[in-house]
């Protein structure tokens, strides 16, 4: 039986994210089993940057429901994440988890080709900043493939509830169980990656453009009716299985340099200690 996983980023009770997943989930058969996560009920602790997770085989120190969430992934076949937007970015779970994830770099296995969908929830209008890019690429640096995402604006509990953000749902929903469709053009009509979707892009005089998160690079050029980007073909993409393998690699030699330099940086760092300016913060 397919299982469907459905992670909610939102602390509010049958909020707005809460219901678009359940309404993407009630939009699929019966024969679908499916679960839901609430990211804010999750005892997730801050990463310590203390690289123990790397090599690959080693798990995270931390001990917290982060290896709950683990198996909890793994098991299902397709992922439903939802988000509102916060200070123009995600929910703070989003990125707590993410900062989580060097672990995950080197196990794409685990959880690559499950598909997933997400869904952004703004309150403002224009104020929905980079929320959209960020949970997206949180479900990439899981390995998963997100085959759909939306964004809704509703402010109120259950003003999501209407008929243009729900048809939506269900069509984004259905993509979890109907076969994928592969574009392979290089060429996008809209001012996003064609690798990520992001719409997070540095634009150059001379032309020339890249993607700020997944670092795709390309040119714009001016058309008839306005402008289209052309995206430069590349092996592939820093979330691919491929990729992330390779920024593993690159961590790992980050973590044996600091091994190998670590008493010369230290003595370098010394002077530094003696300064105490740190506010006493009161248990
Ligand atoms: C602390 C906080 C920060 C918010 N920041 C933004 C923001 O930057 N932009 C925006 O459009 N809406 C913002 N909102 C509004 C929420 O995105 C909006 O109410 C959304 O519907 C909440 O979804 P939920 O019901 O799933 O929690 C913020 C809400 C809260 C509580």
Redesign the pocket.
């Known amino acids: 039986m397919m299982k469907v996983l459905g992670l909610v980023a939102?602390?509010?009770k049958l909020?707005?994210?809460?219901i678009l997943v359940k309404a993407m989930m009630s939009f699929l058969p019966d024969t679908v089993e499916k679960e839901m996560i609430r990211l804010t009920d999750l005892d997730i602790k801050t990463c310590k940057a203390c690289y123990s997770c790397l090599p690959e085989e080693r798990n995270c120190i931390l001990k917290d429901d982060l290896g709950f969430l683990f198996e909890k992934l793994k098991a299902a076949d397709a992922v439903i994440i939802?988000s509102?937007?916060?200070?123009?970015g995600p929910h703070t779970s989003i990125k707590m988890i993410g900062d989580r994830l060097l672990s995950v770099l080197a196990n794409s296995k685990d959880y690559a080709n499950k598909k997933c969908i997400t869904a952004i929830?703004?309150?403002?209008p224009g104020?929905?900043?980079y929320a959209r890019e960020a949970v997206n690429n949180f479900a990439r640096f899981f390995h998963l493939d997100v085959v759909g995402s939306m964004i809704a604006?509703?402010?109120?509990?259950g003003?999501?509830i209407r008929q243009d953000v729900m048809a939506e749902a269900q069509s984004l929903a259905l993509k979890l169980i109907q076969p994928a469709t592969v574009d392979n053009s290089s060429v996008t009509e809209a001012l996003i990656c064609q690798d990520c979707g992001s719409s997070v892009l540095q634009f150059s005089p001379s032309g020339s453009i890249r993607c700020v998160m997944c670092n795709a690079h390309g040119t714009m050029q001016t058309t008839k009716d306005g402008y289209r980007l052309s995206f430069t073909p590349r092996s592939h993409s820093r979330f691919s299985p491929a990729g992330s393998e390779e920024h593993g690699q690159l961590l790992q030699s980050l973590k044996s340099k600091y091994i190998a330099t670590q008493q010369e940086l230290s003595e370098k760092r010394k002077p530094y200690s003696k300064d105490d300016w740190w506010v006493k913060i009161e248990p």
């Open positions: 939102s602390p509010r909020g707005n994210s809460e939802a509102p937007c916060y200070a123009l929830v703004y309150g403002v104020w929905e900043g604006q509703a402010a109120i509990p003003e999501v």
